[in-house]
């Protein structure tokens, strides 16, 4: 991959070029880790691997109403 370049701006914050946030996939909340080796800034990312488990867990159909009536139930027996 080609060199590219973002500039510092006042406030010492700077765009992540196009190209870059294509490459590695990037999206908004997305963590980067920025660490110091030598004379050089890494940048590394820190991607939410939440999504990685989509799937994972298995649910039926639901009630909403009965899931809340049953949650209340609970509620009230905990305070008796």
């Known amino acids: 991959m080609e060199s590219v370049k973002s500039v510092v701006t006042s406030k010492f914050q700077t765009t992540i070029p196009k190209v870059i946030r294509e490459n590695l996939?990037?999206?908004?909340?997305?963590?980067?880790?920025?660490?110091?080796?030598?004379?050089?800034?890494?940048?590394?990312?820190?991607?939410?691997?939440?999504?990685?488990?989509?799937?994972?867990?298995?649910?039926?159909?639901?009630?909403?109403?009965?899931?809340?009536?049953f949650a209340r139930k609970l509620r009230a027996e905990k305070y008796r």
């Open 25 to 69: 996939k990037l999206s908004v909340h997305d963590t980067l880790n920025w660490e110091i080796e030598s004379d050089k800034i890494v940048v590394r990312t820190n991607k939410n691997k939440f999504l990685a488990y989509k799937s994972t867990i298995k649910t039926g159909p639901g009630d909403v109403n009965k899931d809340i009536a």
